[in-house]
C-alpha cells in the first residue's frame, strides 16, 4: 500500500524560514519523481514543486521560484521542500504528492498524479 | 501556462441524478495529459482518471471521461451519496502543471 506522510508543518511568521518532510512507503521511491501540491484555506489547488526522479531537475511554479527548494534523498524514501521568505498567502495546506513520471522518461512526455498524502498545514501569520 | 476552467463552480444534484462536468483549457492539450481529481471534505485529493477517459484502480464506472483539444468532461451517470464532493481538472504541458478551480458537486 502507497503511504506518503508529511511531517513538518505550523504556525510561522513572516519572512521565516520552515522545511517540509515526506516520508514514502509502498513503491519504488527512487524510480518515480514527486511533487508538492498546496491548497489555501477554502480554496483549490495549485501545483507548486516537482522533482524528477534522480533529483536532478527541478521544477517550480513562478510564485514560490527563488524561495522554496525541492529535493528528495533516495536513500530514505523522503520527500522535502525548504519554505524561505515566507508569506501571509503561502499559508495552506501541503500535500506531498507521487507522480506517474518514471525514470525511465528524461523528461516526461505524459503525467499526472496518482498518490495524495494527507498533507501538512502551514500558516503564515504575525 | 495553461489555464484550465471549470464549469460550473457549483452543481446541486439529487442521489440517482447524472452529473456532466466540463473543463475548458486556454490552448489545445494532448488528450494523454488531462486528469480529473476527487477531493471530499477534510481530506486529500484522490486521482478518478487519467488520460482522459482511463478509470484509476478502484474508481466505478459510473465515472467516465471524454473530450479532446480545449474541451475535456467528466460525468458520473447515477451520483451515490459519497460521490458529492469536489472535482478538479489538471493539465500537464512543457514542465508545468496546472489545475482547474474546481466545481463543487453538492446535495440538492
Known amino acids: 500500500e502507497v503511504q506518503l506522510l508529511e511531517s513538518g508543518g505550523g504556525l510561522i511568521q513572516p519572512g521565516e524560514s520552515l522545511r517540509l518532510s515526506c516520508a514514502v512507503s509502498?513503491?519504488?521511491?527512487?524510480?518515480?519523481?514527486m511533487s508538492w501540491v498546496r491548497q489555501a484555506p477554502g480554496k483549490g489547488l495549485e501545483w507548486v514543486s516537482t522533482v524528477s526522479p534522480r533529483g536532478d531537475s527541478t521544477y517550480y511554479t513562478a510564485s514560490v521560484e527563488g524561495r522554496f527548494i525541492i529535493s528528495r534523498d533516495n536513500s530514505k524514501n523522503a520527500l522535502f521542500l525548504q519554505l524561505d521568505s515566507l508569506r501571509a498567502e503561502d499559508t495552506a495546506i501541503y500535500y506531498c504528492?507521487?507522480?506517474?513520471?518514471?525514470?525511465?522518461?528524461?523528461?516526461?512526455?505524459?503525467?499526472?498524479?496518482?498518490?495524495w498524502g494527507r498533507g501538512s498545514l502551514v500558516t503564515v501569520s504575525s | 501556462d495553461i489555464v484550465l476552467t471549470q464549469s460550473p463552480g457549483t452543481l446541486s444534484l439529487s442521489p440517482g441524478e447524472r452529473a456532466t462536468l466540463s473543463c475548458r483549457a486556454s490552448?489545445?492539450?494532448?488528450?494523454?495529459?488531462l486528469a480529473w481529481y476527487q477531493q471530499k471534505l477534510g481530506q486529500g485529493p484522490r486521482l478518478l482518471l487519467y488520460?482522459?477517459?482511463a478509470r484509476a484502480s478502484g474508481v466505478p464506472d459510473r465515472f467516465s471521461g471524454s473530450g479532446s483539444g480545449t474541451d475535456f468532461t467528466l460525468t458520473i451517470t447515477r451520483l451515490e451519496p459519497e460521490d458529492f464532493a469536489v472535482y478538479y481538472c489538471?493539465?500537464?504541458?512543457?514542465?508545468?502543471?496546472?489545475f482547474g478551480q474546481g466545481t463543487k458537486v453538492e446535495i440538492k
Open positions: 490552448q489545445s492539450l494532448s488528450s494523454s495529459n
Open positions: 504528492v507521487k507522480n506517474w513520471w518514471d525514470v525511465t522518461m528524461r523528461v516526461p512526455v505524459i503525467d499526472y498524479f496518482d498518490y
Open positions: 509502498g513503491f519504488t521511491f527512487s524510480t518515480f519523481a
Open positions: 488520460g482522459t477517459s
Open positions: 489538471q493539465q500537464y504541458g512543457n514542465s508545468r502543471w496546472t
